[in-house]
């Protein structure tokens, strides 16, 4: 297998690993908060394995730097927070599409770092975006607490600190090895949320539900992360970008076939529109 093929084989498992996510806010019978803490636990003890195991470091430069790092990592655990919610309080497709909302969020925050202008078809972009959000949740406006609605605003929020910790780790540390970031964001998430997990809860869970959890932390985080870094030092950024954006169609397949979740129509349209307007960002930028 040529070197190409082998990339792109291994971006492919990242987008289906990652895709699994959803699948897990369901089935781990845990809140948000509590899957965040324990996945990144499972998530630095793999990573910590594997960086010992290869004889990398795994040590940052200076106090500045975990300062940084760690502040990243608070964001990061705040995106997982928002977007598991998201799917436990509607549908894993709600929750999904509304990530998808990220690439059109980074868009419009990026000249607050890069110093650029803001272009005309970026801000009809955002309109289009919006049209996808509105097309997702026209029939539950009249209820602002509807599970629809709810979902959609967690999963907005979610993409919004997903593009801001992109932003920050591009901006601020492109020098540090994508593993090396991901090990101490998970840490940072651990340390954080070590007081709010809801311990009576996990000394119920039963051995299925552990395993389920195992998988999450050391499958779709640690491994898939791994696996999407390797890819983005070997593919070409057209390539990354169309093929991450089959990640919600993955998703909501996985819930359609092992959830039952079968998504309405003003849902497919909302979120064929934002997945789009995703494909056609990530490919003008890769350009």
């Known amino acids: 297998m040529t070197q190409s093929k082998h990339s792109m084989s291994v971006l492919y498992a990242a987008v289906f690993l990652l895709a699994l996510n959803g699948l897990f806010s369901k089935l781990i019978p845990l809140d948000a908060t509590s899957i965040t803490q324990l996945r990144s636990v499972l998530a630095a003890i793999t990573l910590l394995v594997f960086a010992v195991a290869r004889k990398r470091t795994y040590r940052l430069n200076n106090r500045r730097e975990y300062a940084g790092v760690y502040l990243i990592g608070v964001i990061l655990g705040l995106h997982w927070i928002s977007f598991f919610h998201s799917m436990q309080v509607s549908t894993v497709a709600i929750g999904m599409l509304s990530l998808f909302t990220y690439p059109m969020i980074t868009v419009l925050l990026e000249p607050f770092?890069?110093?650029?202008?803001?272009?005309?078809?970026?801000?009809?972009?955002?309109?289009?975006?919006?049209?996808?959000?509105?097309?997702?949740?026209?029939?539950?406006?009249?209820?602002?607490?509807?599970?629809?609605?709810?979902?959609?605003?967690?999963?907005?929020?979610?993409?919004?600190?997903?593009?801001l910790r992109n932003i920050l780790q591009k901006y601020y540390y492109p020098g540090v090895p994508a593993e090396r970031l991901m090990l101490h964001q998970v840490i940072a998430i651990g340390l954080m949320l070590f007081i709010f997990v809801d311990y009576p809860a996990v000394a119920q869970l039963n051995v299925k539900d552990?395993?389920?959890?195992?998988?999450?932390g050391v499958i779709s985080t640690a491994m898939a992360h791994t696996l999407l870094s390797y890819s983005l030092k070997h593919l070409p950024a057209k390539s990354i970008a169309m093929i991450s954006c089959l990640q919600p169609f993955f998703a909501v397949l996985f819930a359609w076939l092992v959830l039952n979740e079968q998504p309405v129509m003003s849902v497919l349209l909302g979120?064929?529109?934002?997945?789009?307007?995703?494909?056609?960002?990530?490919?003008?930028?890769?350009?």
Do not use: P
């Open 113 to 163: 770092f890069s110093k650029q202008k803001l272009h005309g078809d970026n801000i009809v972009a955002a309109f289009v975006v919006l049209l996808g959000v509105f097309m997702m949740v026209k029939n539950d406006l009249h209820a602002l607490h509807s599970e629809m609605v709810q979902g959609v605003l967690w999963g907005v929020l979610s993409a919004f600190l997903f593009a």
């Open 210 to 216: 552990v395993m389920t959890l195992i998988l999450l």
């Open 271 to 287: 979120g064929a529109i934002i997945v789009s307007v995703a494909v056609y960002e990530s490919l003008k930028k890769s350009r």
